[in-house]
């Protein structure tokens, strides 16, 4: 974890600001809801001002399985994010797969919140 700590929470990346980041299973990969809110601070620190971040992340409302990605509950992925960044939608879908049984996702959008909110 640490290493990928590094590359996420601490790395800016050239050409910032954005105005749109596409996120398909980093945010489900952090342990903690303190790294989660680190990755969420960090996207939001590279997004322009109402810049949109759409993320895919593991669906805890799903049935145990033997594979598939690490999960969140819809109230932990909003408590992680909901500092930086205002949820748009926040839906169940599934990740695309050529699994007969794709693992469920969260499909979440979300916008920047202007600064001082």
Partial sequence: MAHRMSIFL??????????????????????????????????????????????LAGN?????RETGPPKLTAE?????????????????GYFGSNQSDPPKAWVCLMRKRESGQ
């Avoid at 805890?60 to 145990?64: R, S, V």
């Avoid at 932990?76 to 169940?92: D, F, G, M, N």
Wanted: proline share 4%; net charge negative.
């Fill in 60 to 64: 805890a409302d799903e049935k145990d």
């Fill in 10 to 55: 601490n790395n800016r990346i050239p050409g910032e600001p954005f105005g749109f980041v596409f996120d398909r299973g980093c945010l489900h990969s952090f342990d903690t809801d303190k790294e989660r809110r680190q990755f969420a601070e960090n996207v939001a620190s590279h997004l322009e001002e109402g810049g949109l971040w759409l993320t």
């Fill in 76 to 92: 932990e992925l909003a408590a992680s994010v909901k500092p930086y960044c205002e949820i748009i939608t926040l839906t169940s």
